[in-house]
C-alpha cells in the first residue's frame, strides 16, 4: 500500500531552516510528484510547491520563493522540503502528498515545525 | 496566481440537512478541481475531484458540480461523521485552497 511518512516535529529559532523529509513506498516514486502543502494552526491549508519524482524539476508558490527548496532522491524514495530564513508565522504542520494528476490522494501524516525564540 | 474563494466560512446544520458549499475561481479552472474533508487533527482526505467525481469509497451523499470558475459541494443528508471542514482546490494551474469551510452542528 502506498505510504508516505514525514520526519518528526522540528522547535526552530528565527533566522533558521528546516529541512523535512518525506519517505515514500508501495509506488514507483519516481512516476509522481510531491506536493507540501502547510497548515498553521487553526487555519487552512496552504501549497507551497512541488517536486517532480522523475526529474527533480521544482515548482514553487511565488510567496516562498527565495527560501524555499525541494528535493528528491530517487535511491531512497524520499523528497525533502527546506524552508529557511524561518519566522514565527512559518509555524505550521507541513503535510507531503503525492500528486495524482494534480490531486492529492496519498499524504504523510504532517510535520509539526514551531518557530519560537 | 488562482484565488479560490469558499462561502459560507462557517456552516451550521443538523443530521438530515443538505448542505451546499459553494466555492469561486478568480479564472477559469475548467473542471478541474477537487474537495477534501479534514476533522481536527487529521490529514485531508479527497472526497472528489474533475469536479465531480467521487473519489472510491466516499459515500454517495457527496456530489459536486460546477465548471469553469463556480462550484459546489452537496452533501444531499448530512450524517454525524460529516461534521468536519472542507477545502476545495484548484488543479489547472499547480495547487491554490479554498480558505475552508467548518461544518458545524446547529
Known amino acids: 500500500q502506498v505510504q508516505l511518512v514525514q520526519s518528526g516535529a522540528e522547535v526552530k529559532k528565527p533566522g533558521a531552516s528546516v529541512k523535512v523529509s518525506c519517505q515514500t513506498s508501495?509506488?514507483?516514486?519516481?512516476?509522481?510528484?510531491i506536493s507540501w502543502v502547510r497548515q498553521a494552526p487553526g487555519q487552512g491549508l496552504e501549497w507551497m510547491g512541488l517536486?517532480?519524482?522523475?526529474?527533480?524539476?521544482?515548482n514553487y508558490a511565488q510567496k516562498f520563493e527565495g527560501r524555499l527548496t525541494m528535493t528528491r532522491d530517487t535511491s531512497t524514495s524520499t523528497a525533502y522540503m527546506e524552508l529557511g530564513s524561518l519566522r514565527s508565522d512559518d509555524t505550521a504542520v507541513y503535510y507531503c502528498?503525492?500528486?495524482?494528476?494534480?490531486?492529492?490522494?496519498?499524504w504523510g501524516q504532517g510535520t509539526l515545525v514551531t518557530v519560537s525564540s | 496566481d488562482i484565488q479560490m474563494t469558499q462561502s459560507p466560512s462557517t456552516l451550521s446544520a443538523s443530521v438530515g440537512d443538505r448542505v451546499t458549499i459553494t466555492c469561486r475561481a478568480s479564472?477559469?479552472?475548467?473542471?478541474?478541481l477537487a474537495w477534501y474533508q479534514q476533522k481536527a487533527g487529521t490529514v485531508p482526505k479527497l472526497l472528489i475531484y474533475?469536479?465531480?467525481t467521487l473519489e472510491s469509497g466516499v459515500p454517495s451523499r457527496f456530489s459536486g458540480s460546477g465548471s469553469g470558475t463556480e462550484f459546489t459541494l452537496t452533501i444531499s443528508s448530512l450524517q454525524p461523521d460529516d461534521f468536519a471542514t472542507y477545502y476545495c482546490?484548484?488543479?489547472?494551474?499547480?495547487?491554490?485552497f479554498g480558505q475552508g469551510t467548518k461544518v458545524e452542528v446547529k
Open positions: 502528498a503525492r500528486d495524482r494528476g494534480g490531486i492529492g490522494v496519498y
Open positions: 508501495g509506488y514507483t516514486f519516481t512516476s509522481y510528484g
Open positions: 517536486v517532480s519524482g522523475y526529474n527533480g524539476n521544482t
Open positions: 479564472q477559469s479552472i475548467g473542471r478541474w
Open positions: 474533475k469536479s465531480s
Open positions: 482546490q484548484q488543479y489547472n494551474d499547480y495547487w491554490t
